[in-house]
């Protein structure tokens, strides 16, 4: 499977902005999609998970509350909705797929079979 990623941007603190995964190649809806964030210098840092159905979804603590991961499995799109942003939410978002991974799992990085290219968000304060 093949995931872009796109809907980055500019924004100011407390602004909103969504970011998108659309995958192509394979349908979407067998796989677990999560999103990671790195900033340069730093590891790549879980956001939010959702799993295949939809229904079980998981994030991170900083961004608990602010953001929302969705998933339309027609489009075999997954999208994060981000509210009330911070600068220090500025990094570059990356989704990530997987048709095995475990829910313990979900938060590792180097579980994830499939990677889009990363799309940049930057919040000014």
């Known amino acids: 499977v093949q995931l872009q990623a796109s809907g980055g941007g500019l924004v100011q603190a407390g602004a909103s902005l969504r970011v998108s995964c659309a995958a192509s190649?394979?349908?979407?809806?067998?796989?677990?999609v999560s999103w990671f964030r790195q900033v340069p210098g730093k590891e790549r840092e879980f956001v939010a998970t959702i799993f295949r159905s939809g229904g079980t979804t998981s994030y991170a603590d900083p961004v608990k509350g602010r953001f929302t991961i969705s998933r339309d499995n027609v489009k075999s799109t997954v999208y994060l909705q981000m509210n009330s942003l911070k600068p220090e939410d500025t990094a570059v978002y990356y989704c990530a797929a997987d048709s095995r991974i475990i829910w313990s799992s979900v938060r590792l990085s180097e579980q994830y079979d499939y990677w889009g290219q990363g799309t940049q968000v930057t919040v000014s304060s």
């Open positions: 190649g394979r349908t979407l809806r067998n796989y677990v």
